[in-house]
């Protein structure tokens, strides 16, 4: 032990030198490096020091309590959060029957779980469909209703977060499939199928979402006699379907085309027949190449949802504009934004965080 | 499902036996589904707007409402249909609503071409001018070289233009796309003058203003908006009677019939409120509605004041006064024709 005390009292020329350890080490390393970082740094610094505390103040110091009514909030010079607490019902499940909403939270729950389950490998079986059908049917049953001795309620009456995850879901899961069978059919050596797979994605492509919805709930309706309505939830739902499947089979394309034509090869040359060789060897390996392309999509379809507000459904972002247009509680907007935009967050978030996670798990082979 | 064919068919039958005026295919169509579907706005506080339990209310929701009691005796045998400004006309058209009772402003174009038949006014609205008082303005003429904030997209930007130019006047326009943020510029002194209808000027200055005594509308009014529901063409008999629910309303105010005093009217011996209250039959036959139709109405739905009172006047945060809307005996323009 004698033959070490020399370390520790060891001269101040031996020591490294203080700023280049500890915190203010880390900062010159990270923060202040170069010229040009250390002139972000302080802008940066800056703008959270001339934001979050005004923000804090409004949001937490000035507030009005979550019971205020309306004139108590706009005698408070900071956030209204009783607003949202007044609203939250009916930002979240819209116009369904208020005595009735324990069905569309429930039936929320059964999708959200539904989802984090098949985000889990181990349930990556052919049960795990049939399991999945039962929940949509389930979700079904629930926001339907008519059995069981629960209400009839139609699904005008929808709205709000079960609608938003609805529009998604189906319209993604519907829409998947499809867009597997565009993308192999652009690449396809049959020229009329191949034909008719690239005009239809470029058709598709070539359009805004909204002038696809405006299409489904403005002029369709013109074209059909009189009393004859097909359900405008089921419009927006194929506007969706037709416009996601364009979209994800160029990702999967990108898929396709990033495998080594040896793959190919190689299965040929097993003796495996188009479909063989598709499904056992190139779209397990494409898939999981196209995963940050298809997560993209399915985050950008989720907030696309917010656009069915323009023919008349209520989604998250219908309901909270709804809301905001009670006499009483005008004005608190800020609030209302603020509310779903968290929730948004929330679902965009896990997807690309959960993305990240499923790409480097099926990478493991060959991570680059 | 059979028994709601059945009671369908039943209550078909029923209004068939009931109804002795010829009947079109929209009318025939609403009783036998039971229900009056009704195109409303998504969202316009005092018009149409879902309260925080979902259910809606509203002067346009009103006269939905009042339908249905004229129909089936029961405000709640309606259901709505929220509508954008674009899709409310094919909607009507393609008969996914039977009623548009959604802010529309009744004009030629829509009444011929867009293939409408104009129910009477709901609500007389027109363009104003709102100033921050310390500006010291009183009147529009006064108004030129102001920063003008208007939402984008609207008649309201054009009948802007059309002003300004009429009085030789010139502006710089604060356009921007959001009600919201029109409003929330002008309190924030982005601009001099917020321009709107007259109603949503009054409604912004008595609930999103910060203080609102601060501000002034100015007595100029430059356009005319008469808000009116709407049918398609084809179904006269459905036009008559979404026609004489509106005009019921408006007799029921100026006979001084109330939902509160609507009984004791029925013993009146005024011939009119016999009349309209079914007292003495014949009015709900020629409508091929119950006879009991106006009375049902201003029993479960109101009379006009009522009804503007509840929703937009002076009581709810919105603080609209009658103005225009007063009745004809009382310097306004609502003024029902003869129930006779």
Redesign the interface.
Known sequence: MAGHVDTASSTAAERPPALSLGPIGWMRANLFNTWYNAILTVLIGWAILMIVPPLFRWAIVNAAGFDAT?PQC?QATGACWAFVN??M??IL??????AEQWRPLLATAIIVATLAAAANRRFWKPWFVAVSLGALALFGVLMWGGVLGMTYV?N??WGGLPLTLILSVIGLSVAFPFSILLALGRRSTMPAIKAICVAYIELIRGVPLVSLL?MA???L??F?P??V?ID?LLRALVAFILFEAAYMAEAIRGGLQAMPKGQYEAADALGLNYWQAMRKIILPQALAISIPPLVNTFISTFKDTSLV????L?DLL?TA????????W??F?REAYLFIGVIYWCFCFSMSKYSRWLEQDLNRGHKR | MKAGILAAAAAAFTFAVAGGAQAGATLDAIKAKGFVQCGVNAGLPGFASPDSAGNWTGLDVDYCRAVAVALFNDPQKVKFTPLSAQQRFPAIQSGEVDLLSRNTTWTLTRDTSVGLNFAPVTYYDGQGFMVAKKLGVKSAKELNGATVCVQSGTTTELNLADYFRSNNMSYNPVVIENNDEVNAAFFAGRCDVLTTDASQLASTRASVAPKPDDYVILPEIISKEPLAPAVRHGDDAWYDIVKWVVYATIQAEESGITSKNVDEHLNSKNPEIQRLLGVSAGMGKALGVDEKWAYNIVKKVGNYSEIFERNVGMSTPLKLERGLNGLWTKGGLQYAMPVR
């Open positions: 309306s706009r007044e609203k019902r009916f499940f819209g116009t369904f029957p208020y139609e005008s009456l405006f709930s403005v002029m309706p013109l059909l009189t009393g309505n405008k507000i323009i023919i008349g209520y219908g504009k709804a809301a905001l247009s009670d006499p009483a005008r004005g907007y």
